[in-house]
């Protein structure tokens, strides 16, 4: 006889107040400069979507997302540094573009450091293509650090750059393609 152990099943729910020690705890594990406290008070006041995925009564990741006027604006997507690899990432934020289109938006924006990789490969994967850069958007170590900008379009066809940007190699990109370095 053998037993098949079954994974309990994630718990993807709205935040409340009481989940912001845990998010917090996330957030610095995760940030060399987190949001503050009041950022995260703030974004639940204002009513964005404010999401976390808990497993085993343990909060595992959290998405925030801005939606209005036709486009959803992803403000802050993380996992814990311990629980990444395992898809909670990906169905956070499959949930968060759900929420999006439940809200009758037709895009998906957001921001993302060029340096990580692991989230570039997730967004790429997920639909995203590049739109543009916001230079010196990311507080660094060294100074300022780029964001690019990422986009989805939630209804149709891919969201595409009108011109090519170039790459820290120097050559265009095509944007429509969905290359990443």
Same mark, same amino acid.
């Given at each position: 006889?053998?037993?098949?152990?079954?994974? &309990?099943?994630?718990? #993807?729910?709205?935040?409340?107040?009481?989940?912001?020690?845990?998010?917090?705890?996330?957030?610095?594990?995760?940030?060399?400069?987190?949001?503050?406290?009041?950022?995260?008070?703030?974004?639940?006041?204002?009513?964005?979507?404010?999401?976390?995925?808990?497993?085993?009564?343990?909060?595992?990741?959290?998405?925030?997302?801005?939606?209005?006027?036709? &486009?959803?604006?992803? $403000?802050?997507?993380?996992?814990?540094?311990?629980?990444?690899?395992?898809?909670?990432?990906?169905?956070?934020?499959?949930?968060?573009?759900?929420?999006?289109?439940?809200?009758?938006?037709?895009?998906?924006?957001?921001?993302?450091?060029?340096?990580?990789?692991?989230?570039?490969? $997730?967004? &790429?994967?997920?639909?995203?293509?590049?739109?543009?850069?916001?230079?010196?958007?990311?507080?660094?170590?060294?100074?300022? &650090?780029?964001?690019? #900008?990422?986009?989805?379009?939630?209804?149709?066809?891919?969201?595409?750059?009108?011109?090519?940007?170039?790459?820290?190699?120097?050559?265009?990109?095509?944007?429509?393609?969905?290359?990443?370095?």
């Amino acid at each position: 006889m053998s037993a098949v152990l079954k994974a &309990e099943p994630v718990e #993807i729910r709205p935040m409340r107040d009481a989940d912001l020690a845990a998010v917090l705890d996330i957030e610095r594990e995760a940030y060399t400069f987190p949001w503050s406290e009041g950022i995260f008070r703030d974004c639940l006041r204002a009513g964005y979507c404010c999401w976390v995925v808990e497993h085993q009564g343990q909060l595992r990741a959290y998405g925030i997302m801005q939606v209005g006027v036709g &486009e959803s604006h992803i $403000l802050n997507l993380c996992v814990r540094a311990s629980e990444r690899g395992q898809g909670l990432g990906r169905a956070l934020l499959n949930h968060l573009l759900v929420v999006a289109k439940d809200h009758r938006a037709d895009t998906a924006l957001l921001e993302v450091r060029p340096t990580n990789r692991a989230a570039l490969g $997730l967004y &790429e994967a997920m639909g995203f293509n590049e739109v543009g850069v916001r230079r010196g958007y990311y507080p660094g170590r060294d100074g300022r &650090e780029d964001a690019l #900008i990422l986009a989805t379009c939630l209804g149709g066809g891919p969201v595409t750059k009108k011109t090519p940007l170039e790459n820290e190699r120097g050559a265009t990109r095509d944007m429509s393609r969905n290359e990443f370095g």
